[in-house]
Structures are given as C-alpha cells and as structure tokens.
C-alpha cells in the first residue's frame, strides 16, 4: 500500500558527496519512520540513518558527522545527504517506510565509493 522510489546512487570518488532521494506514496499514516539502511556484499542490512514524522533523527556511529538526512515539507520524501565519502560507505542503499499500515521497502540505489 506504500511505494517508495529511490534515486540519486551512482560512483563517486572518495571524499564526494552524493545526494538520496526516497519518494512516498500510497496509504501514508501521519505518525511515521523513514531511514536508510544499506547492504555491502556479504553484509547484513544495517540502518544508517532514521527520520521520524516529527523530524527526530538517528545515525549510524559511522556516518555521524558526514551524512544528515532530511525531509520535504510534505513529508512524502526522505533524502539522505552525504558528504565526505569513503569507500566503505559502498553498498546497496535501501528506503524504509514503518507507519500504522505496516513496513514498506524500497528496491535498492547502487552507491559506489572509488579509492
């Protein structure tokens, strides 16, 4: 009942920056969590960064200081801005929406980070 479309990965040198987009839609309940989880090759998904309806955020420990995320003044759109890129920050970046309805997934944005 909730689709979430992911853009904006891509390959980036060390020490860039790349800017995620998330959009909502569908049954959208007002009180709600969207974040970024990520998943490297052999990897578990592990979340990076949280953003309640209210704008209360949460970070990874190894991502503090260098990605911030946000969203839009409807609250339809999560972005996950980072900056100060490093090659571990490569994997498959994932959208997640949990409100009343339930738990939603994006279907994944390649990040790549080159040394």
């Known amino acids: 009942q909730v689709q979430l479309v992911e853009s904006g990965g891509g390959l980036v040198q060390a020490g860039g920056s790349l800017r995620l987009s998330c959009a909502a839609s569908g049954s959208i309940f007002r009180l709600n969590v969207m974040g970024w989880y990520r998943q490297a090759p052999g990897k578990q998904r592990d979340l990076v960064a949280g953003i309640t309806s209210g704008r209360i955020t949460t970070y990874a420990d190894a991502v503090k200081g260098r990605f911030t995320i946000s969203r839009d003044n409807a609250e339809n759109t999560v972005y996950l801005q980072m900056n100060s890129l490093k090659p571990e920050d490569t994997a498959v970046y994932y959208c997640?929406?949990?409100?009343?309805?339930?738990?939603?997934w994006g279907q994944g944005t390649q990040v790549t980070v080159s040394s």
């Open positions: 997640n929406y949990q409100g009343g309805g339930g738990s939603y």
